[in-house]
């Protein structure tokens, strides 16, 4: 049975009944201040399996929210986002700056998004988490208690330090089972003085309005990549192979943004509000679904979508650790299944232990809302041990 999750952090997969309220007679959160952090617990990390540097300014009814990854070998520019919030004009103006574009979107939620570890830490999502008096630690000059929360049997735990002052997210970690804990997020530095007006200046050229909506959790997403599969069969979106009757083909289109499932009864499945067909289940393995020994090494990601009448279907792999986490659209002539692969390469053991799948019915226009269904986190099980040799 297909699992429904909602995250900004990834560590919000297993931890969305974790919450997080001020004590009775705290002052409100403020609503002026700067922060820098660092860790992987962004979209732009789950992606890439790189740590990410974030730089975020609020003032009011408006943030600015940084996300840069440093270059690497296999992306040589690296990534860097900034993202202007807008509460009262209800928009968010997202600007790629490796890229060169900008475009904006709908902005839906009364509350700043979750990268701001300040707002997140006031809202509602986090109602239920108590940290011990007693376990206490300095983070980067800030006295912190530390909370940590279980998840279910064979997910991983988490560590959560909360400011003393303020109650907010400091550090957070996520600690999967038998293996070293991750850093999804730690905050460098907190500043409560008013940031430069500069921060907040609507870009130029920022009139391209982008499809869907944002909210406090979640991105709404288009494809990079679309991909028809017609008949019985599978399509492979890195290579254009096809097996059986399937016929495949791909288009680009300029800019995406993440689509992050949210919560959702299993008996109603994936759609958008006009779909009139709706995904049923997916699942997702990895080939070798185990493998310890020398590294790079190669490996493939194949997703199943099942779908209970004609239609196409949003998806997206999320494997930064081991992919460039493609996405696609592939299309049902009838109810059925079908599969979809990838191929990935295994460059070291991965810091995000976990790679997932999401999909979700489009309507007639090819617009899908923030409702997707995912496979689950599913293991990698990879430990590399050792530099593999050159091939000649």
Same mark, same amino acid.
């Given at each position: 049975?297909?699992?429904?999750?909602?995250?900004?952090?990834?560590?919000?997969?297993?931890?969305?009944?974790?919450?997080?309220?001020?004590?009775?007679?705290?002052?409100?959160?403020?609503?002026?201040?700067?922060?820098?952090?660092?860790?992987?617990?962004?979209?732009?990390?789950?992606?890439?399996?790189?740590?990410?540097?974030?730089?975020?300014?609020?003032?009011?009814?408006?943030?600015?929210?940084?996300?840069?990854?440093?270059?690497?070998?296999?992306?040589?520019?690296?990534?860097?986002?900034?993202?202007?919030?807008?509460?009262?004009?209800?928009?968010?103006?997202?600007?790629?700056?490796?890229?060169?574009?900008?475009?904006?979107?709908?902005?839906?939620?009364?509350?700043?998004?979750?990268?701001?570890?300040?707002?997140?830490?006031?809202?509602?999502?986090?109602?239920?988490?108590?940290?011990?008096?007693?376990?206490?630690?300095?983070?980067?000059?800030?006295?912190?208690?530390?909370?940590?929360?279980?998840?279910? +049997?064979? !997910?991983? =735990?988490?560590?959560?330090? $909360?400011?003393?002052? *303020?109650?907010? /997210? &400091?550090?957070?970690?996520?600690?999967?089972?038998?293996?070293?804990?991750?850093?999804?997020?730690?905050?460098?530095?907190?500043?409560?003085?008013?940031?430069?007006?500069?921060?907040?200046?609507?870009?130029?050229?920022?009139?391209?309005?982008?499809?869907?909506?944002?909210?406090?959790?979640?991105?709404?997403?288009?494809?990079?990549?679309?991909?028809?599969?017609?008949?019985?069969?599978?399509?492979?979106?890195?290579?254009?192979?096809t097996h059986g009757e399937a016929t495949v083909r791909i288009s680009g289109m300029a800019g995406s943004q993440v689509n992050p499932p949210a919560p959702?009864?299993?008996?109603?499945?994936?759609?958008?509000?006009?779909?009139?067909?709706?995904?049923?289940?997916?699942?997702?393995?990895?080939?070798?679904?185990?493998?310890?020994?020398?590294? +790079?090494? !190669?490996? =493939?990601?194949?997703?199943? $979508?099942?779908?209970? *009448?004609?239609? /196409? &279907?949003?998806?997206?792999?999320?494997?930064?650790?081991?992919?460039?986490?493609?996405?696609?659209?592939?299309?049902?002539?009838?109810?059925?299944?079908?599969?979809?692969?990838?191929?990935?390469?295994?460059?070291?053991?991965?810091?995000?232990?976990?790679?997932?799948?999401?999909?979700?019915?489009?309507?007639?226009?090819?617009?899908?809302?923030?409702?997707?269904?995912?496979?689950?986190?599913?293991?990698?099980?990879?430990?590399?041990?050792?530099?593999?040799?050159?091939?000649?």
């Open positions: 049975m297909p699992r429904y999750f909602r995250t900004i952090f990834l560590i919000l997969m297993f931890l969305s009944a974790v919450a997080i309220l001020p004590l009775p007679g705290e002052p409100p959160q403020p609503q002026t201040y700067s922060v820098s952090a660092v860790g992987m617990g962004t979209v732009e990390s789950m992606f890439s399996g790189k740590e990410s540097t974030l730089k975020i300014f609020r003032h009011g009814p408006k943030e600015l929210i940084d996300v840069s990854i440093a270059p690497w070998e296999a992306n040589p520019k690296g990534v860097h986002t900034i993202n202007l919030f807008d509460l009262q004009a209800h928009k968010v103006y997202m600007r790629n700056v490796t890229h060169s574009t900008c475009s904006w979107m709908r902005y839906v939620s009364a509350e700043m998004p979750n990268y701001d570890p300040i707002a997140a830490s006031a809202s509602p999502d986090f109602g239920k988490l108590n940290p011990n008096a007693n376990d206490t630690e300095i983070v980067n000059g800030i006295p912190a208690r530390i909370a940590e929360v279980s998840g279910p +049997p064979g !997910q991983p =735990k988490a560590r959560i330090w $909360i400011a003393e002052k *303020g109650k907010f /997210i &400091v550090k957070m970690e996520m600690i999967p089972p038998g293996g070293a804990p991750i850093k999804m997020l730690e905050v460098k530095q907190v500043s409560f003085a008013t940031p430069l007006d500069s921060n907040f200046v609507t870009p130029s050229n920022c009139d391209t309005q982008a499809q869907g909506e944002m909210t406090s959790t979640g991105f709404s997403a288009h494809a990079e990549e679309h991909v028809e599969a017609q008949g019985t069969g599978s399509a492979n979106v890195g290579t254009n192979e959702r009864s299993p008996h109603i499945g994936a759609t958008s509000p006009n779909a009139t067909s709706r995904v049923v289940d997916v699942r997702l393995h990895l080939v070798p679904d185990r493998y310890e020994g020398p590294c +790079p090494h !190669q490996m =493939k990601l194949a997703a199943e $979508i099942t779908t209970n *009448g004609p239609g /196409i &279907v949003w998806y997206r792999f999320l494997a930064g650790s081991v992919s460039h986490s493609p996405e696609g659209s592939a299309s049902f002539s009838s109810a059925g299944t079908q599969t979809v692969t990838t191929d990935g390469t295994i460059t070291a053991t991965p810091r995000v232990p976990a790679a997932s799948f999401i999909a979700i019915m489009e309507d007639a226009q090819g617009q899908h809302g923030p409702l997707n269904v995912s496979s689950g986190l599913v293991n990698y099980n990879i430990t590399c041990t050792g530099q593999a040799a050159p091939v000649h």
